[in-house]
């Protein structure tokens, strides 16, 4: 089954808006290179967006409700923004997740496997493992 081409459906006004979108996503990208400098940019803009250090918030010893914004990072690798609702828990909640990819080498001191003039080492990283090991 042959689908149409996505491209031929927008309009001219369209077609700049995404090509506007996409320069920024660009411009982030080559701003900010590794996941540290991504959450650095996701904090200032979730600022700029009226999100608070929910750190702040609990050092303060002020209570969270309905409307509020709160952002929290993990060691500067991982950050989590949250809406706050005003539906009960009960009847549920949305999340959103995503993650950052960022180019680079990671070297291990010991390789998995090595023979010769040549090592081979995995990596595997979860959100779970890097909450956890930091």
Known sequence: MERPCAWKKYTPQQIEELEELCRGYKQFLS????????????????????YV?????IAEGRALKAGDKVYAANHGKDLMLVNLGTAPLEQGFNILGAHVDSPRLDLKQNPAFEAGD????????TAASRATTG
């Not at 701003?31 to 009226?50: H, P």
């Not at 040549?118 to 990283?125: D, G, V, Y």
Request: with cysteine; glycine share 6%; net charge neutral.
């Open 118 to 125: 040549m090592a081979i080492s995995t990596r595997t990283t």
């Open 53 to 57: 250090n929910l750190e702040t918030v």
């Open 31 to 50: 701003e900010n290179k590794t996941e540290r400098l991504c959450v650095k940019a996701g904090i200032k803009m979730a600022e700029e967006a009226g």
